[in-house]
């Protein structure tokens, strides 16, 4: 059985754990399971509680991979042509190391991969997530908002995977449920979602394309 989450501030999101903890079942013969996680840039022992969460529900866990991807925190940076020929690199990197992650995983290989976070004590890297999530998101949630070229088409209101995307007299807005996925922004057809760090995105957003996240609220009539 496999875990993969996205790395949120040096930490798998709160939310993340939350609803694992209460979601999954106990393992009664020690069912072998792998931990995968994707991050911008660090991500230290984030895997950590994960992997603890899993052993305490009665799983052995094999493995833990990371799949270094592109930061989708700062989309506009993303797109210079420097960093545009390192990300291609970065999802081709990650391609062949599903290939050989399989491999091992099928030849019950175990291998916990961390990095090291020097002189930086784990506590301090828990506080600095946890602040992070806490507060940052709901910073960055009223700072972000929908322009007049919203089409109502909805897209971004049915796959929020936290239900942030509220609407409110007549338009949509974000609440501070946000936690600044940015799946909306990178999904949205007509560009209409405006972040703090840039007054318009002229082009398009990093989700692979063709890429349909799945529903998870049904349409608004209005």
Same mark, same amino acid.
């Given at each position: ?144 908002? =929908?322009? %007049?070229? *919203? $089409?109502? /088409?909805?897209? +971004? #209101?049915?796959? @929020? !995977?936290?239900? &942030? ?8 807005? =974000?609440? %501070?449920? *946000? $936690?600044? /996925?940015?799946? +909306? #922004?990178?999904? @949205? !057809?007509?560009? &209409? ?30």
């Amino acid at each position: 059985i496999g875990f993969g989450f996205p790395v949120y501030a040096f930490a798998p999101p709160r939310w993340v754990l939350d609803r694992w903890e209460k979601s999954i079942p106990d393992s009664s013969c020690r069912q072998k399971a792998f931990v995968f996680l994707t991050a911008g840039s660090i991500f230290f022992n984030a895997a950590s509680p994960v992997i603890k969460l899993i052993n305490e529900k009665g799983y052995e866990v094999l493995r833990s991979t990371s799949y270094p991807m592109t930061d989708n925190f700062f989309p506009r940076l993303m797109q210079m042509s420097y960093l545009k020929s390192r990300i291609e690199k970065r999802f081709e990197d990650a391609r062949k190391k599903v290939e050989n992650e399989v491999k091992c995983l099928l030849s019950l290989e175990k291998n916990i991969e961390m990095q090291n976070s020097g002189c930086i004590p784990s506590i301090a890297l828990k506080t600095i997530s946890e602040a992070f999530e806490l507060k940052g998101r709901k910073f960055f949630a009223r700072k972000s908002y =929908f322009d %007049e070229t *919203c $089409i109502k /088409c909805q897209l +971004c #209101y049915r796959t @929020c !995977p936290t239900g &942030a995307i509220k609407y409110e007299g007549e338009r949509f807005v =974000f609440s %501070e449920d *946000c $936690i600044d /996925c940015m799946r +909306c #922004y990178n999904i @949205c !057809p007509v560009n &209409a979602i405006i972040r703090f760090e840039q007054p318009r995105r002229t082009t398009t957003g990093i989700m692979f394309p063709g890429y349909q996240p799945p529903f998870v609220r049904d349409a608004l009539l209005l």
